[in-house]
């Protein structure tokens, strides 16, 4: 089994325009900021806790 570790691609699919203040910084601080940005990270505890702050404004993929 390979250690690579997963990635996920995410991609921003709603505006954080309507949401808590927090929901906005945190798609900043994941590299996201406008509708139909894509970054790629890898799968962890932190970045799957971000995911779950912004769910309802990006899509996630596995790669």
Known sequence: MSDAKKT???TQVK????YKKDQAA???ALGLG????SIDKVDN?????????VKHL??????
């Open 8 to 10: 996920l691609r995410l």
């Open 15 to 18: 505006s954080s325009i309507g």
């Open 26 to 28: 945190t798609l900043k």
């Open 34 to 37: 406008k509708i139909g940005r």
């Open 45 to 53: 505890a932190n970045i799957r806790g971000m995911i779950f702050k």
């Open 58 to 63: 990006i899509k996630v993929e596995e790669l």
